[in-house]
Antibody, heavy 120, light 112 residues
Framework: QLQLQESGPGLVKPSETLSLTCTVS??????????WGWIRQPPGKGLEWIGS???????YYNPSLKSRVTISVDTSKNQFSLKLSSVTAADTAVYYC????????????WGQGTMVTVSS | DIVMTQTPLSSPVTLGQPASISCRSS???????????LSWLQQRPGQPPRLLIY???NRFSGVPDRFSGSGAGTDFTLKISRVEAEDVGVYYC?????????FGQGTKLEIK
């Protein structure tokens, strides 16, 4: 059964770079059938798509965050990663990684999420 | 930019009674490939979102058949035929037809 697990620091200082990794288990990230994405949710608020990556390395970013976001994939480790630079308190959120099949375009498998707080 | 609007934002429902949530997009969600990439997700308290419905009306694996989706173009509906206690949470629609993918603001389902 496919599982996704986010990992990374729970506290990041303002102006620094947030770095998270999503480890995929129970299946291969190197499948042409899926995109792999990051979604975030500020406390008490809704969901925001951050960006997605294909196993080939092709990336797609939310225009509202594009200048600060980098998503990469490491197929040898079955992982993909998120970097968000120049963070502020507005970036405090639960960050989820998720799988999105090409044919359905719906996020069908989600990680449990990791809370990241931006504070000095 | 496309706008996704869900109504109501809060829905108190009696156990065993039906519930309905509407999702309206500001532009058609029919893709050039003929598909409509509108999905519904459920988020129970303290849990990650869970996919219920994809491409308007297709139930995801393991989703009870009391959940159903319908609609076309710009207007979509999620229906729960008989609400159970475990259905409490926030429901989101999401469009992936147009870039970027976008979630509705969420509808909180609670028990009366």
């Amino acid at each position: 059964q496919l599982q996704l697990q986010e990992s990374g620091p729970g506290l990041v200082k303002p102006s620094e770079t947030l770095s998270l990794t999503c480890t995929v288990s129970g299946g291969s990230i190197s499948s042409s059938s899926y995109y792999w994405g990051w979604i975030r949710q500020p406390p008490g608020k809704g969901l925001e798509w951050i960006g997605s990556i294909y196993y080939s390395g092709s990336t797609y970013y939310n225009p509202s965050l594009k200048s600060r976001v980098t998503i990469s994939v490491d197929t040898s480790k079955n992982q993909f990663s998120l970097k968000l630079s120049s963070v502020t308190a507005a970036d405090t959120a639960v960050y989820y990684c998720a799988r999105r099949p090409v044919v359905t375009a719906a996020f069908d498998i989600w990680g449990q999420g990791t809370m990241v707080t931006v504070s000095s | 930019d496309i706008v996704m609007t869900q109504t109501p934002l809060s829905s108190p429902v009696t156990l065993g009674q039906p519930a309905s949530i509407s999702c309206r997009s500001s532009q058609s969600l029919v893709h050039s490939d003929g598909n409509t990439y509108l999905s519904w997700l459920q988020q129970r308290p303290g849990q990650p979102p869970r996919l219920l419905i994809y491409k308007i009306s297709n139930r995801f694996s393991g989703v009870p058949d009391r959940f159903s989706g319908s609609g076309a173009g710009t207007d979509f509906t999620l229906k729960i035929s008989r609400v159970e206690a475990e259905d409490v949470g926030v429901y989101y629609c999401m469009q992936a037809t147009q870039f970027p993918p976008l979630f509705g603001q969420g509808t909180k389902l609670e028990i009366k």
